[in-house]
Nanobody
């Protein structure tokens, strides 16, 4: 059974930083592209960043230069380092893997106060 568990969210002031973590189980983590999505209130879920099995990364334009995605394959962990946070980054952040179908964690809430 695939399980994804996010942590690290919280309340931070504009300009601050947070580091999100996701621990995966039930999959051969190292072979999958892993993704971070977010969903703001009243908005659709959107892709934030992706990292392939060999470490290649892609970012949404709205986080380029501020967020960094990384992974620790031996520990089945995914990270999102978020710097220079803005109020518009306020959202619930989800870890995702596509293995035939999409699997999601429960999400971790990030609130950026202006």
């Amino acid at each position: 059974q695939v399980r994804l568990a996010e942590s690290g969210g919280g309340l931070v002031q504009s300009g601050g930083s947070l580091r999100l973590s996701c621990t995966a189980s039930g999959i051969n983590f190292k072979i999958y592209t892993m993704n971070w999505y977010r969903q703001a209130p009243g908005q659709q879920r959107e892709l934030v960043a992706s990292i392939t099995s060999n470490g290649s990364t892609n970012y949404a334009d709205f986080v380029k230069g501020r967020f960094t995605i990384s992974r620790d394959n031996p520990r089945n962990r995914l990270f999102l380092q978020m710097n220079s946070l803005k109020s518009e980054d306020t959202a619930v952040y989800y870890c995702n893997v596509r293995r035939i179908s999409d699997f999601w964690g429960q999400g971790t809430r990030v609130t950026v106060s202006s």
